[in-house]
């Protein structure tokens, strides 16, 4: 059984930086497609970005060239670098996985929240 980990979360000022981290628990690591997901009150949840195995990253429109995704292999853990944080990126943040076999995340971390003021 995966179990996801998040922490990092916390509040930011517009312009400013933080980093959260997904530590990966209970199946081989290497195996998993890991991504970072948000939802903000009154909205869907979206993919903000992802990463494989080989380290191949795509990330959203919204968030491109100032949200970085990578994973260390060696920690179980995957990171997502937020940079230039604005407002609109407030949200409960959540780390999910899918095995490379199958087309649709089906294991959940709890969330963590990031709150951008102005």
């Known amino acids: 059984q995966v179990e996801l980990a998040e922490s990092g979360g916390g509040t930011a000022q517009a312009g400013h930086s933080l980093r959260l981290s997904c530590v990966f628990y209970?199946?081989?690591?290497?195996?998993?497609?890991i991504g970072w997901f948000r939802q903000a009150p009154g909205k869907e949840r979206e993919l903000v970005a992802e990463i494989t195995s080989g380290g191949s990253t795509s990330e959203a429109d919204s968030v491109k060239g100032r949200f970085t995704i990578s994973r260390d292999h060696l920690g179980n853990t995957v990171y997502l670098q937020m940079n230039s944080l604005k407002p609109e990126d407030t949200a409960v943040y959540y780390c999910?996985?899918?095995?490379?076999?199958?087309?649709?995340?089906?294991?959940w971390g709890q969330g963590t929240q990031v709150t951008v003021s102005s």
């Open positions: 209970g199946r081989t690591f290497s195996n998993y497609v």
């Open positions: 999910a996985a899918k095995h490379i076999s199958t087309p649709i995340y089906d294991n």
